[in-house]
């Protein structure tokens, strides 16, 4: 999974969610620090809003933790969350309002992970080739090795 899929994965399931409490956000952190395995140089930036989950106290620490820095963005910023509103914005309109209503809650859970599985493995994207964004990824790795082989050869 991308990075913007797990930042999709976060808003859907933030919109999906009857609460979002520390827990459920710490949750999908560990989900994606086990599957991503991040550098702990503090390259890594965590941009959210200013949810209260988001700046609790465990939070925080667990982000420090993992070597990720923080980036709440500032009150009444518009942009703050550009990405993450357009993302929302096709999952309402490709998944929530096409295929409703729902019958449960677990029921938009599941589409919710089926649709983000799509979107990033799937989906084909005419500005990268074609190809689904988890591939020109996969792409983008090879080619930083590739490099990097090729300079200390």
Do not use: C
């Amino acid at each position: 999974m991308t990075h913007a899929g797990y930042s999709a994965v976060a808003t859907t399931l933030h919109w999906v969610s009857s609460s979002m409490r520390t827990d459920f956000v710490l949750d999908a952190l560990e989900q994606a620090l086990y599957a991503r395995q991040p550098e702990r140089d503090s390259s890594l930036i965590h941009h959210s809003d200013r949810g209260s989950q988001y700046v609790s106290i465990r939070y925080s620490e667990r982000l420090a933790e993992a070597g990720i820095v923080p980036s709440v963005g500032s009150k009444g910023d518009s942009y703050d969350n550009a990405l993450a509103e357009t993302i929302n914005g096709l999952y309402k309109a490709e998944l929530i309002h096409r295929r409703g209503p729902w019958k449960t809650k677990e029921a938009v859970e599941l589409a919710t992970l089926e649709w983000v599985s799509w979107f990033n493995n799937h989906r084909l994207l005419e500005p990268i080739g074609y190809i689904p964004p988890a591939e020109a990824e996969a792409n983008y790795y090879k080619q930083l090795v590739s490099q990097a082989a090729t300079v200390a050869a």
